[in-house]
């Protein structure tokens, strides 16, 4: 029994389409349920990412907003609030986590440089790129097997990293990276245990550990849950500890953080915060507002402080791992164990006939907008694997998953239901489902602007 910890003041409608406006829809939107239109959506589990919705005491920090251009009241809030949560001396506010990404790597990143991760995500990818360096992804070997109960699926190899390291490529290493939780490998956690080794090997080496701690919360809350180091601790010290184990963070405060908008980079070097500081100024705005206005700060700092209660994290975990058993039940593989912020559809089980080049995610995608108006997200081939590039043939994901993201405390369990309904006739026709091909496609970020067509 799991129930909200918070009641409702404030509701939105949402469109019921018949499914033939849901068939024609998709059509029109090139199979790209990115370029669907929101008020088509029934119920929207593309991300969780600035699609929360605010407390009462966030509406009315906006009210509070100081809009000054410099040194704003809220801007001071802001930044204490990061201080106390992540130990770093440095705080620059940035108007989503990919302008830290971008900042972060245009300062530090040569051409040829590595990154090395539990696993990037999206965004990140392009924005190494952009810089000129190559991501490497080293998830730990128990990832693999997607429905072991392994708890911290979400850290790394270090036998392959510490293989990198003292590699011929070894001294191109510009930085190791954790995302936490693993947003595209499944939501899974990183212990701080290991975190702490990882950082260990980083100072052996003089590379910096930085953290992607967008869902450093979730996070938290899974340790406290899973590693018997850390049970009964409060997850906001498992939050603040693992802060303190790395030289520097980028956080898009778009998730955890209960923002529609924000983030931040936190630096604990001074001579690398200067030039950050400088490319902020010219490319987001100056150092005490980032791109963003006081009113979002303000917001954001109190975000901040709710974004750790235990209550709440508790609920979320116990509504995702529901909503996992519900929709195993019913015959959908689902990855083990499911993480906070998303439960993860293995598309290439349920649809075997489908090779990755035929996007089984992408398809499994369309079929819940089709079945019920239900929007989510491919996590496979589409969004990373790899184009072809002249005679270098296109390369597959490592996965072909599908995320249904939850986003906070917007859909209640009866909304999941009428998902696990849809999931259920989905999974009786799945040997029916059509594979797709690509149309049109950028260079970067291709899921988000591609469009598709069902193969016949
Ligand atoms: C792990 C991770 N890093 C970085 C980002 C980028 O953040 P933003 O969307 O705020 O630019 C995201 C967004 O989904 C994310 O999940």
């Known amino acids: ?11 939105e409608p949402i469109p019921f389409l018949s499914a033939e406006d849901r068939q024609r829809l998709l059509r029109e939107a090139g199979h790209n349920l990115f370029r669907v239109e929101a008020r088509h959506v029934t119920i929207d589990l593309l991300t969780d990412s600035g699609t929360g919705a605010m407390s009462a005491a966030q509406w009315g920090a906006l009210l509070a907003g100081d809009e000054s251009y410099a040194g704003a009241t809220s801007w001071s809030f802001f930044e204490a609030a990061v201080k106390e949560l992540t130990g770093h001396s440095h705080v620059l506010p940035v108007h989503q986590g990919r302008a830290a990404e971008r900042i972060l790597f245009g300062t530090l990143l040569e051409h040829g440089s590595l990154t090395v991760a539990n696993g990037h995500f999206d965004t990140t990818i392009a924005n190494v790129l952009l810089a000129g360096g190559k991501p490497v992804d080293l998830p730990c070997l128990e990832s693999a097997d997607t429905s072991s109960s392994f708890p911290f699926k979400g850290n790394l190899d270090l036998v392959a990293l510490r293989e990198v390291l003292t590699g011929a490529d070894g001294s191109r290493v510009a930085m190791v990276i954790l995302t936490i939780t693993d947003n595209a490998g499944g939501g899974h956690p990183v212990s701080p245990g290991h975190a702490a080794e990882v950082r260990a090997l980083c100072d052996e080496f003089d590379v910096p550990l930085f953290l992607d701690a967008a869902r ?37 405060m778009k998730k955890d953080a209960f923002g529609n908008i924000g983030g931040f980079l936190s630096l604990t070097d001074d001579a690398l915060a200067h030039e950050c500081r400088n490319l902020l100024i010219a490319t987001e705005g100056f150092s005490t507002y980032g791109g963003l206005a006081g009113r979002d700060l303000e917001a954001l700092a109190q975000g901040l402080q709710e974004a750790t209660d235990p209550a709440y994290l508790a609920h979320r975990a116990d509504t995702a791992s529901w909503f996992a058993d519900e929709l195993a039940a019913i015959g959908m593989p689902v990855l083990r164990p499911a993480g906070c912020h998303a439960v993860f559809l293995d598309a290439g089980a349920l649809l075997p006939h489908l090779s990755p080049q035929q996007l089984p995610g992408v398809a499994l995608a369309g079929e819940f907008y089709l079945q019920a108006g239900i929007r989510c997200a491919e996590m496979g081939t589409l969004t990373f694997g790899r184009m072809q590039r002249g005679a270098e043939p296109a390369r597959a994901a490592r996965r072909e998953l599908l995320r249904l993201a939850l986003p906070r405390r917007v859909y209640t369990r009866s909304h999941l239901e009428y998902v696990v309904e849809a999931a259920a006739a989905i999974v009786r026709r799945a040997h029916e489902v059509p594979g797709y091909r690509i149309l049109s496609q950028p260079l970067h970020l291709r899921h988000f602007t591609a469009t598709l067509e069902p193969l016949a």
Do not use: Q
């Open 1 to 11: 029994m799991f129930v909200e910890p918070y009641k409702i003041k404030m509701v």
């Open 216 to 252: 450093f919360a979730e996070n938290a809350h899974l340790v406290t849950v899973r590693d018997p180091a850390h049970s009964g601790e409060l997850p906001r010290g498992v939050a603040k500890e693992l802060f303190r184990l790395a030289h520097g963070a980028w956080c898009s």
